[in-house]
């Protein structure tokens, strides 16, 4: 399909287990983002990725959090010891390049999400 | 504080309702500013732009006070398809889309 694509959708795990996210953005943006939405709260900023480098990851919570984008295009989060607290949608959004000029409206496209549950 | 603060409703409204949303921010030095629609259990969306000219698009229209730092949505004949979480956006600038979500407002147009 031509929008941004995450796997898994669901995903169960126990307390301290290590878990892996991953992203397929559009193709052609070279912009990738994380974010994480808990229950009747907005999405929150975790990574930005401009190409293969974390350009911000101001909003990583702890260093439990990591995240990779090899090759420029699939990323991958990844959550080592997993908390309760960790259970959330894992949004992943692309888009084109920095804002510069007027190409970019400065729209983020969404995947549908990896709902993440830590029993 | 939270950088973006939203009235979190629900707001329950017949068909055919005018229905305003209201969101203010922290930061005076936001660059650009957004209205996304979330529906039950998918991803944002971005619903449109919000501009200091105020801007329009069929049944919403969106406008933004900077020296107030307050923008809000208004959406003119209700629909049933309009029932939605509508999330308040500011991009705080930097030259890549660092998007600062508010936690939304919940919307029910009923028959």
């Known amino acids: 399909g031509a929008g941004v694509s995450q796997t898994p959708s669901n995903k169960v795990t126990e307390k301290g287990k290590y878990v892996e996210l991953r992203c397929d953005p559009i193709?052609?943006?070279?912009?990738l983002y994380w974010y994480r939405q808990s229950l009747g709260q907005g999405p929150e900023f975790l990574i930005y990725?401009?190409?293969?480098?974390?350009?911000?990851d101001s909003g990583l919570p702890n260093d439990r959090f990591f995240a990779v984008r090899p090759e420029g295009s699939v990323s991958t989060l990844k959550i080592q010891r997993t908390e309760r607290g960790d259970s959330a949608v894992y949004l992943c959004?692309?888009?084109?390049?920095?804002?510069?000029?007027?190409?970019?409206?400065?729209?983020?496209?969404f995947g549908e999400g990896s709902r993440l549950t830590v029993l | 504080r939270k950088e973006v603060e939203q009235d979190p409703g629900p707001f329950n409204v017949p068909e055919g309702a005018t229905v305003a949303f209201n969101c203010t921010y922290s930061?005076?030095?936001?660059?650009?500013f957004f209205w996304y629609r979330q529906d039950c259990r998918k991803e944002p969306k971005l619903l449109m732009s919000?501009?200091?000219s105020g801007n329009e698009d069929g049944r919403f229209t969106a406008q933004l006070n900077r020296a107030s730092q307050y923008i809000s949505l208004l959406i003119r004949d209700s629909k049933l398809s309009d029932s939605a979480t509508y999330l308040c956006?500011?991009?705080?600038?930097?030259?890549?889309?660092?998007?600062?979500f508010g936690a939304g407002t919940r919307l029910a147009v009923h028959p």
């Open positions: 990725f401009q190409g293969t480098g974390a350009a911000d």
């Open positions: 919000v501009y200091s």
């Open positions: 959004a692309s888009s084109l390049g920095p804002v510069y000029g007027r190409m970019n409206t400065g729209e983020l496209f």
């Open positions: 193709s052609g943006h070279t912009a």
């Open positions: 930061n005076s030095a936001s660059q650009s």
């Open positions: 956006v500011v991009n705080p600038g930097g030259g890549y889309n660092k998007l600062i």
